[in-house]
């Protein structure tokens, strides 16, 4: 590895085991087997993430900065292509305090925000991996 240090860099633990860290001091292990995030598993939450991130502002705008999320991610697979083919984003809050007209309006901003502001979407979904996301007005336990 050269003399100056990469700002987000994988070090190899063991078989098919990975620790990735950024230059904020965050780590996640990667591979495959328990405690452990896959390639797959991080390019979805970096799809949900990117999703909930852009429209956060927004929904904090309407909801409290407080306001409660879930933000769930799944994907189709094609074993024979070996690639996802869609990923399916659910993000979960509680919408109930606001008028029907009220969600309508937050939701179309919420869009917006995530078309203008998702880096991932514009990279990946945008390009090669078709993907979509609901939102579902429920309370947050």
Not at 64 to 78: I, L
Not at 84 to 112: G, K, N, P, W, Y
Not at 128 to 141: K, V
């Amino acid at each position: 590895m050269s003399d100056t240090p990469k700002s987000l860099y994988m070090q190899r633990t063991g078989v098919r085991e990975y620790v990735a860290r950024n230059q904020d001091g965050a780590e996640i292990l990667v591979g495959h087997g328990p405690g452990r995030f896959s390639p797959g598993d991080l390019l979805k939450l970096a799809i949900a993430g990117c999703n909930a991130m852009s429209s956060d502002a927004r929904m904090a705008a309407r909801l409290g900065d407080d306001f409660e999320q879930f933000v769930g991610v799944s994907a189709d697979y094609d074993q024979a292509g070996d690639r996802f083919t869609h990923v399916d984003v659910e993000l979960v809050q509680d919408m109930s305090a606001l008028s029907d007209e009220e969600i309508a309006d937050l939701l179309r901003r919420a869009e917006a925000s995530i078309k203008r502001n998702c880096t991932i979407e514009h990279s990946v979904v945008d390009q090669a991996l078709p993907a979509s996301h609901t939102w579902t007005n429920e309370r947050i336990n």
